[in-house]
């Protein structure tokens, strides 16, 4: 799936796949807005600049952006327990017991 994030550095809006911590240009923090996709691609571009003017106000970004204990909640079923993991010979390898 598609999210939008900013990013503080360098003061862009990102569509980017998959939930994301790092922006891709400058390499810092991003925070996922709240915005859908769908939401986003269909406003015109004063629209999409006034979102980014927003963003740019610390308290008002503290609003547009989703609680970061929903980001990882949502990543929770791609974690895999520690128990059903067995290394082998190599330090490198790791393999899922059956």
């Known amino acids: 799936m598609m999210y939008i994030h ?3 550095h360098c003061q862009r809006i990102h ?3 998959g939930h994301k911590y ?4 400058c390499k810092g923090h991003l925070a996922e807005l709240k915005i859908s996709y769908m ?3 269909n406003l015109d571009r004063d629209e ?3 979102l980014r003017r927003r963003c740019s106000d610390p308290q008002e970004l503290f609003l547009l952006t989703v609680s970061p204990d929903k ?15 067995e290394n082998y010979h190599s330090g490198h390898y790791a393999a899922y017991s059956h």
Do not use: D
């Open 15 to 17: 569509i980017l796949n």
């Open 48 to 50: 999409r600049q006034a």
């Open 22 to 25: 790092y922006c891709p240009r």
């Open 39 to 41: 939401k986003y691609v």
């Open 71 to 85: 980001t990882r909640g949502r990543a929770k079923w791609l974690q895999i327990p520690a128990s059903n993991i």
């Open 6 to 8: 900013y990013c503080r």
